[in-house]
């Protein structure tokens, strides 16, 4: 950017010179600040972008894992109804121990 001077340059020519340099400066900054502009606005719209994506698989694998757990209560839950069923004369007393160890140990100051 610089321009080598003559020694016969006048003063006014050196100022119009200046002048011209100063107005090609502004516009570099200018193109700068308006490219570093759209650069943060492009890298915010990624960044949101990528924020949703990951949150959608989180809550994805989340939901999943709530079915599997639900399944898996269920099942257990059935396990149980059958047991007492197929056994309800040790299913009664496995209750009624439980009942008394727990009150055992609740009664006891």
């Keep these: 950017m610089a321009q080598a001077k003559s020694n016969k340059a006048s003063p006014q020519q050196d100022i119009e010179q200046l002048n011209e340099q100063i107005v090609s400066l502004k516009q570099d900054i200018s193109e700068i600040s308006q490219t570093l502009s759209e650069l943060g606005k492009s890298s915010r719209a990624a960044a949101g972008e990528q924020v949703r994506e990951t949150a959608a698989h989180v809550r994805d694998a989340g939901q999943e894992h709530l079915h599997a757990a639900q399944y898996r209560a269920e099942e257990m839950g059935q396990q149980a109804a059958d047991t007492v069923r197929n056994q309800p004369a040790a ?6 121990g439980l009942g008394f160890l727990l009150g055992f140990m609740t009664g006891r100051k």
């Design 91 to 96: 299913s009664v007393g496995l209750a009624v």
